[in-house]
């Protein structure tokens, strides 16, 4: 079939197999040209299908040489309709690291669910026996819950008064006021519950109770804080409880680990464009303005190069792992940077539907986000036949 994308809002209907390919292929030529990093062996990556969770198997298995095991939860393909692009992405990434020799098995389920968990532990023990690095990257708005069997799911809302400000549809280019109303009743439960630290304690004590988990262990959940512009309805908005609560949850993970000598860290990323943060009002407007400072300061990353540096530069240094004063290790250094963020602050106030085309990188925005779903790359032609019917050839 002849495959183009399809929008609805800020989702794509479809993904296109050979692009999404493309895309593993680039991720991996950018992480191999870097240089080997004397990293982990075997790792474990829960939400290892798209974005930063991607590119933590990816810097894993081509950086480090690491035997990786993956768990997603994604769509396979059926006739004439295509898969989504996380699975496309697994499929291209399997296959690469067979060609290079490398240990990659996936497991597709829900990573909420005891029966995921015992799938994995069970692979573990089979395979590689025990796990040196778990990266913890979920990014599901809901959450049936294994022990209660009640479905929560997360909101994205201030707390405490309405919330106001710009956006832009980065589909049309039109920048508008969006107003969102304060959260209510159980909804920072529900978010904390979906979005925090719960589950990542659930993997990392189910593991160590089989005694899946090596000497020095170390595991690693990513997280974001943001400028000012968007802290009402992100950092101090029912996400930022969740985030708060996932941060917390890295010291109680490493309390449990004292025996093993290891560590849990919460890694705070720079803003990207993902599925999930351009569902979020503000941030696509906020990220379009950001690119374009951080382009013309030669400083952008994207998700792989975020991924490569936290693995070369905070991770595996051979010296203690750099963190700031609530414990975090922050990789979003570059973008918090204070000339970044003036300069930011002072594109908001000129951002219109007419200045934008000048004073932001909206073309970069659209770029980055239909090249999630493998458009948009150079080297695929998109006019061609394309089979549609892709196997990850490891799925256990």
Not at 1 to 24: D, K, S, V, W, Y
Not at 198 to 213: C, G, H, P, V, Y
Request: net charge negative; proline share 3%; with cysteine.
């Amino acid at each position: 079939m002849i495959i183009e994308p399809r929008m609805r809002g800020f989702i794509c209907l479809t993904a296109h197999p050979t692009g999404c390919e493309q895309n593993i292929k680039n991720q991996i030529a950018y992480v191999k040209s870097k240089g080997h990093i004397e990293g982990a062996k075997r790792v474990l990556v829960i939400g290892a299908s798209t974005g930063f969770g991607l590119a933590s198997r990816i810097t894993s298995a081509f950086g480090c040489d690491a035997s990786t095991i993956g768990v997603f939860f994604e769509k396979p393909a059926s006739e004439g309709k295509t898969a989504s692009p996380g699975w496309y992405n697994s499929a291209a990434f399997e296959n690469e690291a067979k060609k290079a020799g490398l240990y990659a098995k996936s497991i597709n389920g829900d990573a909420f669910s005891n029966e995921v968990k015992q799938q994995t532990i069970d692979l573990i023990k089979k395979d590689l026996g025990q796990i040196d690095l778990i990266i913890y990257s979920l990014a599901s708005p809901v959450r049936l819950h294994p022990v209660t069997g009640v479905l929560h799911r997360s909101v994205l809302k201030p707390i405490g008064g309405t919330f106001t400000n710009k956006t832009v549809d980065f589909h049309s280019g039109k920048v508008s006021d969006i107003s969102i109303a304060p959260c209510e009743g159980d909804d920072i439960e529900n978010t904390v519950t979906v979005m925090g630290g719960e589950d990542w304690s659930m993997w990392i004590d189910a593991l160590k109770k089989e005694n899946l988990l090596a000497n020095n262990a170390t595991t690693i959940a990513y997280s974001y804080i943001g400028p000012e512009v968007t802290e009402a309805v992100y950092r101090k908005g029912t996400i930022g409880k969740a985030k708060d609560h996932l941060e917390a949850t890295a010291f109680s993970i490493t309390d449990s680990l004292a025996d093993l000598e290891g560590k849990a860290y919460v890694s705070v990323n720079k803003a990207l464009v993902t599925q999930a943060s351009s569902a979020i009002p503000v941030i696509p407007l906020y990220i379009s303005l950001l690119y374009k400072i951080m382009k013309a300061e030669g400083i952008h990353e994207g998700c792989i190069e975020q991924m490569q540096r936290l693995y070369a530069q905070r991770l595996y240094t051979g010296n203690a792992i750099p963190t700031d004063d609530k414990g975090r290790i922050r990789i979003d250094d570059w973008e918090m940077r204070a000339d970044v963020q003036e300069k930011v602050a002072k594109l908001w106030l000129e951002a219109t539907t007419e200045t934008l085309p000048e004073i932001g990188d909206l073309e970069g925005y659209r770029n980055d986000f239909h090249n999630l779903f493998g458009f948009g790359f150079e080297g695929v032609d998109y006019k061609a036949d394309t089979n549609e019917m892709v196997n990850v050839s490891s799925i256990v």
